[in-house]
């Protein structure tokens, strides 16, 4: 779309230059509210949206904003034209208790556990970053 600036990644890949952050998607900002943005982003040129598996711990349960993604991405069928990052590292093990004395860390156990529940929740077969 005209205006939007894009930047080419290593490895060849367009993404929009502005990354969309989902941190509050699906409970301090309502499912509905963010769906808006979400397609107002896209409709504006955006494809590049980050989220993480433990967004929303502190208001639900960790990985709502994944969730909420996975599945405005399914209803509007607009997976390859998207950029999707997420992190791993700050979900609660404890479940409830989101105190930094309780979160996942980075062991490869735990990267391999966080990469696979992002997966499941984002409902795709592989994260861009």
């Not at 290593?10 to 309502?30: I, Y």
């Not at 808006?36 to 208001?59: C, M, P």
């Not at 990267?111 to 929740?121: F, M, N, P, T």
Request: aromatic letters at 6%.
């Amino acid at each position: 779309m005209e205006g939007m600036l894009f930047r080419t990644l290593g490895n060849g890949r367009n993404v929009s230059a502005l990354c969309l952050g989902a941190m509050n998607f699906g409970t301090s900002t309502p499912t509905d509210t963010a769906i808006a943005i979400l397609d107002r982003f896209v409709e504006a040129g955006g494809t590049f949206i980050d989220t993480s598996n433990n967004y929303n711990q502190w208001h639900g349960h960790g990985g709502d904003s994944e969730e909420l993604l996975g599945r405005w991405m399914r209803e509007r069928g607009n997976r390859d034209e998207l950029f999707i990052a997420t992190k791993c590292g700050a979900r609660t093990t404890v479940p409830g208790d989101p105190d930094d004395a309780h979160w996942e860390g980075l062991s490869s156990s735990a990267i391999d556990a966080a990469v696979k529940g992002s997966l499941s929740r984002l409902g795709v077969e592989q994260i861009d970053l």
